[in-house]
C-alpha cells in the first residue's frame, strides 16, 4: 500500500468518501491523526459498534426470522409495513451513524449484485432475512459462501422463480411443471462469469436443470428453503465446464457453485465491478486484471481482494480523486454525515431517495442498481439533491436534525457571518478542500433574511458539484 | 467514458451574463426556450423493460399452433369471456387493450409483428444496451440512437429531447442535452425566502465545474426555468390517465408536446411486470390495463396535435412461444411493436408472419424475428424528425415496414 498518512486532507477526504460514506464533522483530522492505514485496518476488520446498536434497539423486526414475520403480518397485513420501515430505516442509519462503514458500503454493494426486488410477492417478508442472513455476514468472506447463501435463500429461489423451476412430469396424461430459466439465466448472466464468459444457451438450459427441485417450504407460513428430490432432474448435466453425472441431487448446486465461484471468468467479472464502484467507473485494464488475480490466489477472499483494491496506485490516483458521481444513496448520506446530522426517523430521506430514481429496496430488475456514478447524472435527480441539501441545512427535514448555525459556533467561527461560516464548514468538514469558486459563491450570501446565514451557507455547500462526487 | 461531457454546455450568453449581475436568468431564459416553437413533429418511445411477450400482445388466434403452445396461458378467441379483441381475423389484441380500438379502428394505431434483434440474445441487459444503442452486437457503442438522431436536428435546448425514466436511457447517451425526470411537477429549487439567491450563487459552482456535473448542473438550471415558463394544460377532450406512471408519464409528455417547447423526442421508460417468467395471465393484465388506457388518454388529450405525433411501444425481446412450467414464458426472439399517431398508416398487423409450427421457430421454440426493428426506428426518425441518412453505424435500413404515410 502506497504511505497514505504521509498525505494530506485531500487524501483522508477521498478515503473517508470510497472506503465509506464521507467524513462527518470532524473526521478528517481524526482520521489523519489516527492514521489511515490504521483506519483501513480496522474497516477490514469490523467490530461491534454499540452506539449503532442502541440507535437501532428500537426497531423490533432486524432480527425476526421470516416464518415470524408471516406470522406476523398473517395476523395483521399492517404490519408489513412495519417490517419494510424498519428495515430501509436501519439501513439510511447504519449508513450515517455506524463505524464499520465498509462494512455497511459492502452489504449495500453485494445486495446489489444479488438484487432482489421489495415489491415482488413473498419477497417483502423474506427480504429481512435475506439481507441479514445471506449477505452481510459474508460481504467480507469468501465469495463462494455468498454466493451460495444468496443464491439458495428463499427471497432470490422467489425474485428468480426458480421455486417453480421443477423436472417435468405427468399426471393424468398432462404435463405438470417444467424448467424454468430465469434463476439459471441470472446464475450466470448477473451473479458469476457474466455474459461475456462465452456460455451459451445450451449452458442456461442445463445451469437451470442443476437448480430444479430448489425451493421454498410454504410461502404463507414458514417460508424456508426446501430441496424436493422429486422435483429435481437426475439426468447428467454438462455446465460451463462442469460435468454432472446422472442420479445427482441437491449436492449437484454445491459443485456448481464451487465451478463458478472461482472460476477466471467470475474473478474478472467481479474484479470489474469492484474497481468500478472503488475507483472509477472505467477502471484500468491493468487494475482489473491484478484484482483478478488477487480474487484467484486467495480463492475468492473478499477482503483480501478489497484490501488488493486498497492497495493498488489506481485507488490513490490523482486522476480518479473527485472523478466519480455519487449514487442517490452516496449522496444523500454523505450530505448527512457532513451536516453531521441526527438521523431519528429517515421516512423524509427515503421519499428524496425515491424522487432522485434510487428508492430503497425497490430495484426491480435483476441486474441492481447501476454502479456507474456517470449514469446518475441527470437534471431531475440533481434538482432533488439540490433540494435534499436546502431542505437538511435549513432543518426543514422533519425527522433529522441538523443545526449549521451551532456546528460553526461550535467549531470557533461566526455563524453569522457568510465567510466565516463557510471557511469553518469547509475547515471542519472538508479539511479545506472545497473549491476556490464553491467556497467563494457561498460566502456570498446576504446577511439579512429569515433563512439563517450558516444554514444558507451549509445548504449551498452540501448543494455544491464538490458533494456530487467522490 | 468516450464523449466529451463539454459539448454538453449550452447555457445562453444572456444567462451567463444575468449571473453575472446578479440577476435570476429566468426572464432571459424563458424566450429561448419558446423561440423553438409547437407543431414540429415529435417522436415518442415507450419501452417495456423485461421483454414483453408479442405472442399474447397481439395474438394470433387464428393459428391453431398458438393454442397447442401456449396451453394455460392462450388468450381465447374473440368473442370468448376474456378473448382477444379481434383486428384483421387473424391477430387479436390483448382485451385490455379495449380503450384503443377506435384508435385502431380510425387507422391511427398499427402492430408490428416478430420485430427482432438480428444479432439474438437473450440476456436483457446485452439485448437492451443493443436496441438502445442500435448498434446489435457491439457493446462498444459511445452514443444512443435517439442521441444520434438528435444530433442531426437543429436546436439544443434541454427540452428538446426529454426522458421519463428515473435514469438517463442508453437511448440517449450520449452529447446531445437530455431533461430526464421522473416528474416535472414542482420542477424548481425549494428554497423559500431565498430562491433568486441560492438560484445565482449555485449557478456561479455548477459554471465553474467543467466536468459533466457541472453540465448536469447547468442543464437542471436551464430546464427549470423552460418549465416555468411552460403554461399550465390539464388533460383536454375528456382524457383520463391512469394511475400507473405510464399514465403520468404520456401526461406529461402530453402537457410538453402542447406547450410548444421544442420537444422533439421523448422517451418512456416502464418497468412493470413484462418478465413474465411465471403468473403470464395476471402480469400481463396488470400491465396492458393501464398502458392501453394511457395511449388512449394520449391520443384522446393531443386531438388534432397527434397529426404531429408517431409513438412506437417497444421491448427488448419477445418470450418463448411455449409455455413454461409456471404459466409463464422464458425469454425468446420475435416480438411485436405498436405504432400510434395521427399519420400513422394504422388499422393493420405489420410486418411479416413467420408462423408458429414447431419447424418455423427459431431454435424451435421463439417465434422468429421477421422485421429488423433498426429499419422501423429509422422509417419512424425520417417521418419524424426527417432524417434520410442511417442512424446505425455500419447498416443500411431498408424502407422499414409502411408504418408512416
Not at chain 1, 446498536?53 to 421470516?66: A, P, V
Not at chain 2, 466529451?4 to 426556450?33: H, K, N, Q, T
Amino acid at each position: 500500500m502506497p504511505a497514505p498518512d504521509t498525505l494530506g486532507p485531500r487524501v483522508a477526504l477521498h478515503l473517508l468518501s470510497r472506503a465509506g460514506y464521507g467524513p462527518r464533522p470532524g473526521e478528517i483530522a481524526r482520521v489523519l491523526d489516527h492514521g489511515l492505514t490504521k483506519w483501513i485496518e480496522e474497516q477490514l476488520d469490523p467490530q461491534p459498534d454499540s452506539e449503532l446498536s442502541s440507535r437501532l434497539s428500537r426497531f423490533t423486526t432486524l432480527d425476526y426470522t421470516t416464518a415470524r414475520i408471516l406470522a406476523l403480518t398473517n395476523a395483521d397485513p399492517r404490519a408489513t409495513g412495519v417490517v419494510l420501515d424498519e428495515l430501509a430505516s436501519a439501513k439510511v442509519i447504519r449508513a450515517v451513524h455506524g463505524r464499520n462503514q465498509l462494512q455497511e458500503l459492502l452489504t449495500d454493494f453485494w445486495f446489489n449484485h444479488f438484487n432482489v426486488f421489495v415489491n415482488d410477492g413473498f419477497d417483502r417478508y423474506a427480504i429481512t432475512a435475506y439481507e441479514r442472513d445471506a449477505i452481510r455476514p459474508h460481504v467480507l468472506g469468501r465469495f463462494r459462501d455468498l454466493l451460495g447463501a444468496a443464491s439458495l435463500h428463499p427471497a432470490m429461489l422467489y425474485y428468480l422463480d426458480n421455486y417453480l423451476n421443477t423436472l417435468p412430469r405427468r399426471v393424468g396424461g398432462r404435463v405438470v411443471g417444467g424448467i424454468n430459466e430465469n434463476q439459471g439465466r441470472e446464475l450466470l448472466e448477473l451473479h458469476t462469469v457474466g455474459v461475456d464468459a462465452g456460455y451459451a444457451q445450451g449452458d442456461v438450459v442445463e445451469a437451470s436443470r442443476v437448480l430444479t427441485g430448489h425451493g421454498i417450504d410454504n410461502l404463507t407460513t414458514s417460508g424456508g428453503y426446501l430441496f424436493r428430490s422429486g422435483s429435481h432432474d437426475t439426468g447428467a448435466k454438462q455446465v460451463f465446464g462442469l460435468s454432472l453425472p446422472s442420479g445427482g441431487g441437491a449436492e449437484e448446486v454445491e459443485k456448481l457453485f464451487d465451478h463458478l465461484a472461482i472460476h477466471p471468468a467470475t474473478a474478472r467479472f467481479l474484479s470489474k465491478k469492484l474497481a468500478q464502484r472503488f475507483v472509477s467507473d472505467d477502471p484500468p485494464e491493468a487494475l482489473v486484471a491484478r484484482v483478478a488475480d488477487v480474487f484467484l490466489r486467495s480463492g475468492g477472499d473478499l477482503a483480501q481482494v478489497v484490501r488488493g483494491l486498497f492497495g493498488s496506485a489506481d485507488f490513490w490516483a490523482e486522476a480518479f480523486v473527485t472523478r466519480k458521481p455519487k449514487t442517490p444513496f452516496e449522496y444523500v448520506v454523505s450530505a448527512l454525515r457532513a451536516a453531521g446530522a441526527e438521523v431519528a426517523n429517515p421516512a423524509a430521506i427515503r421519499r428524496a431517495l425515491a424522487d432522485m430514481g434510487q428508492p430503497l429496496y425497490a430495484c426491480n430488475p435483476p441486474t441492481g442498481y447501476s454502479n456507474r456514478g456517470a449514469d446518475w447524472l441527470n437534471p431531475s435527480s440533481q434538482l432533488a439533491r439540490m433540494n435534499f441539501a436546502l431542505d437538511l441545512a435549513s432543518g426543514a427535514m422533519t425527522g433529522v436534525t441538523a443545526n449549521a448555525r451551532s456546528l460553526v459556533r461550535d467549531a470557533g467561527g461566526n455563524p453569522d457571518d457568510p465567510r466565516s461560516a463557510a471557511e469553518t464548514i469547509n475547515r471542519l468538514v472538508f479539511g479545506g478542500t472545497l473549491r476556490a469558486e464553491t467556497l467563494s459563491a457561498a460566502a456570498r450570501v446576504g446577511s439579512t433574511g429569515s433563512v439563517p446565514v450558516a444554514a444558507r451557507v451549509g445548504g449551498l455547500l452540501l448543494a455544491s458539484p464538490d458533494m456530487q462526487v467522490r | 467514458m468516450s464523449w466529451d461531457p463539454s459539448r454538453r454546455v449550452f447555457i445562453r450568453e444572456a444567462g451567463l451574463a444575468a449571473v453575472g449581475i446578479g440577476l435570476a436568468p429566468s426572464s432571459l431564459m424563458v424566450r429561448s426556450a419558446r423561440a423553438a416553437g409547437a407543431g414540429e413533429r415529435v417522436l415518442v418511445k415507450v419501452f417495456l423493460r423485461g421483454g414483453a411477450d408479442g405472442l399474447n400482445l397481439c395474438a394470433p388466434y387464428a393459428d391453431s399452433e398458438y393454442y397447442n403452445l401456449r396451453g394455460a396461458i392462450a388468450l381465447p378467441r374473440p368473442g370468448s369471456a376474456g378473448g382477444v379483441i379481434n383486428l384483421d381475423g387473424y391477430f387479436g389484441m390483448h382485451p385490455e387493450f379495449s380503450p384503443l380500438l377506435p384508435f385502431f379502428d380510425d387507422g391511427r394505431l398499427a402492430f408490428v409483428h416478430a420485430v427482432g434483434n438480428p444479432q439474438v440474445t437473450r440476456s436483457h441487459f446485452d439485448a437492451q444496451d443493443f436496441m438502445e444503442s442500435g448498434t446489435p452486437g457491439d457493446k462498444g457503442t459511445a452514443t444512443g440512437w435517439l442521441d444520434r438522431a438528435i444530433a442531426r436536428i437543429p436546436g439544443s435546448q434541454v427540452t428538446q429531447a426529454v426522458s421519463f425514466s428515473s435514469q438517463l436511457p442508453r437511448s440517449f447517451l450520449g452529447p446531445e442535452p437530455v431533461l430526464v425526470a421522473q416528474t416535472l411537477a414542482a420542477f424548481d429549487l425549494r428554497a423559500r425566502n431565498w430562491r433568486a439567491e441560492a438560484e445565482t450563487l449555485l449557478r456561479v459552482m455548477y459554471e465553474a465545474d467543467r466536468t459533466a456535473v457541472g453540465a448536469t448542473g447547468r442543464e437542471t438550471f436551464e430546464a427549470v426555468n423552460a418549465l416555468l415558463s411552460a403554461p399550465a394544460s390539464p388533460p383536454a377532450n375528456g382524457a383520463v390517465y391512469p394511475n400507473a406512471s405510464v399514465g403520468s408519464s404520456l401526461r406529461q409528455a402530453a402537457q410538453l408536446i402542447k406547450a410548444g417547447l421544442g420537444t422533439r423526442a421523448i422517451f418512456v421508460n416502464v418497468s412493470g411486470g413484462f418478465d413474465t417468467h411465471s403468473n403470464q395471465l395476471q402480469n400481463n393484465s396488470n400491465d396492458y390495463r393501464p398502458l392501453g388506457q394511457a395511449l388512449a388518454a394520449f391520443a384522446t388529450d393531443l386531438g388534432g396535435l397527434l397529426d404531429t405525433v408517431a409513438l412506437l411501444v417497444t421491448t427488448e425481446f419477445g418470450r418463448t412461444a411455449a409455455v413454461n412450467g409456471a404459466a409463464g414464458t422464458d425469454h425468446g426472439t420475435g416480438y411485436c411493436m405498436m405504432v400510434l399517431g395521427g399519420r400513422v398508416r394504422g388499422g393493420r398487423v405489420l410486418g411479416r408472419w413467420p408462423g408458429l409450427s414447431r419447424s418455423l421457430l427459431y431454435q424451435e421454440r421463439d417465434l422468429a424475428a421477421t422485421v429488423d426493428w433498426r429499419d422501423v426506428f429509422q422509417e419512424l426518425a425520417r417521418a419524424q424528425l426527417g432524417i434520410a441518412e442511417s442512424l446505425f453505424p455500419g447498416y443500411t435500413p431498408g424502407p422499414g415496414v409502411g408504418v408512416t404515410t
